[in-house]
């Protein structure tokens, strides 16, 4: 597929699209809804789309409060299809564009590869300095022209770019800002336009380590100067041509002996730990139901010997024990090769 191409608005597709979006979704009035008309849905959304009159709906919306509050957004199951329409399509034409350390929301990609990629740089600039950032409140800065700008080096068909920005352009925080969590496509846009970023860093400034985790990155250097230099060139690159802002409490280098605090851990060169909010939190709330998805998180940052303990205390929980263990983390996260 080249970006020349127009996105397929075939029944066919969009039929897929309906049953890729439906996987893995709990029954709804929504969906359920939809689904009972979905031959006379999925045709009229056909119409709209190839007659160019789809228009996107309102969004519901909905605050969540986990490390911070976070206002979600949720487009209706008819605009969710097009996002997923939209999404496949962009993924095929942008997804080779994007370098091999853009770790978040890619197939084959994800947190552990990335906290495990981060390791490996720390390890190796054992002796050097790590540049820490990330964008003040990114999802609400995402500038819409930027945006368009860069779709617009790969995809030339109008019908596709008027799509493109009715859903980018269905969304704001103020004039011309901000895009929807929780829309689907807002995972291949946020990758889209940090692309630009990623490409400077790695091609013009010529950094041979560097990770970048959602709107989160790091830089490695040998030498401070240099990455001082670095930061100067690429902050300026972020406020000039991404118009977007540094979040200052995490824009700091450091050495990298000292640990770096990055996606949930603290990373060192000689092994890593859960940081101390995760810790507490699943201190907090481990207990029989979601002991499945936080055994994960456990067993990818610890040592054998230290699941092995762990495992005596979820067996208590298991069996109906205390449902705590309020000091068993500072001793079992550590890696006693630090």
Not at 142 to 150: R, S, T
Not at 261 to 287: A, D
Not at 304 to 313: A, D, G, H, P, S
Request: glycine letters at 6%; a positive charge; hydrophobic letters at 35%.
């Amino acid at each position: 597929m080249t970006g020349r191409e127009v996105i397929d608005f075939g029944l066919k597709n969009i039929y897929r699209s309906f049953f890729e979006y439906r996987k893995g979704k709990n029954p709804g009035i929504d969906l359920d809804t939809f689904q009972y008309n979905l031959e006379h849905e999925l045709f009229n959304l056909w119409k709209d789309l190839n007659k160019n009159t789809y228009k996107h709906g309102k969004y519901r919306k909905f605050t969540v409060c986990d490390n911070k509050k976070r206002e979600i957004s949720v487009a209706s199951v008819r605009d969710r299809v097009v996002h997923r329409l939209v999404y496949d399509y962009l993924t095929e034409i942008f997804d080779k564009t994007f370098i091999y350390d853009a770790w978040s929301c890619r197939k084959n990609k994800g947190l552990v590869a990335a906290i495990e990629r981060t390791q490996l740089f720390t390890k190796k600039y054992a002796d050097g300095f790590i540049w820490r950032a990330d964008i003040k409140k990114f999802f609400d800065s995402v500038d819409h022209n930027v945006l368009v700008k860069i779709l617009k080096f790969r995809i030339t068909d109008k019908k596709t770019i008027s799509l493109l920005m009715e859903i980018i352009t269905s969304y704001s925080t103020k004039e011309g800002k901000g895009m929807p969590i929780g829309n689907l496509t807002s995972q291949i846009f946020s990758n889209i336009y940090l692309k630009e970023l990623d490409r400077y860093i790695k091609h013009i400034l010529k950094c041979r380590a560097y990770v970048r985790y959602g709107d989160d990155f790091i830089v490695f250097d040998k030498n401070k100067e240099q990455l001082i230099l670095i930061r100067e060139k690429a902050v300026h690159f972020i406020t000039d041509k991404l118009k977007l802002t540094m979040n200052p409490k995490n824009d700091f280098i450091i050495k990298a002996k000292q640990g770096l605090k990055f996606l949930g851990v603290i990373i060192y060169p000689g092994g890593r730990k859960l940081n101390k909010r995760n810790t507490n939190r699943i201190n907090n709330r481990l207990n029989p139901v979601n002991i499945g998805s936080y055994w994960g998180i456990i067993n990818n940052h610890t040592k054998e010997n230290k699941i092995r303990e762990l495992q005596w205390k979820l067996t208590d929980i298991i069996n109906g024990g205390p449902g705590r263990i309020p000091d068993l983390f500072h001793k079992v996260l550590w890696d006693k090769s630090l």
